[in-house]
Nanobody, 124 residues
């Protein structure tokens, strides 16, 4: 599967964005999906994950009340809705996929496929 993230940009603190990750192929519903982010000088960290069909989700604690992950299997797309953006959310956001898993994975090694990221910059 090939993944392409989009939707990033420069926003003011407190603003909102919706990131999208479009996947190629016809078996998108067989993949668990995740969003990760990497800020300058920091390691890539897990942000949110969603199971392949039933929509079970997981979030890192710092984003639980502000980020929502969802998917549309008919459109081969996973979304990350972000509200109340903070400067510390500034990072490159990437999506990832793991084939034939009904679970949600919250760590990098749980994913097999990665897309190029989209930059999110939050200005004070």
């Amino acid at each position: 599967v090939q993944l392409q993230a989009s939707g990033g940009g420069l926003v003011q603190a407190g603003g909102s964005l919706r990131l999208s990750c479009a996947a190629s192929g016809r078996t998108f519903s067989s993949y668990a999906m995740g969003w990760f982010r990497q800020a300058p000088g920091k390691e890539r960290e897990f942000v949110a994950g969603i199971s392949r069909r039933d929509g079970e989700t997981a979030y890192t604690d710092s984003v639980k009340d502000r980020f929502t992950i969802s998917r549309d299997n008919a459109k081969n797309t996973v979304y990350l809705q972000i509200h109340s953006l903070k400067p510390e959310d500034t990072a490159v956001y990437s999506c990832a996929a793991r084939y034939t898993s009904s679970e949600v994975f919250t760590y990098r090694s749980g994913y097999d496929y990665w897309g190029q990221g989209t930059q999110v910059t939050v200005r004070d």
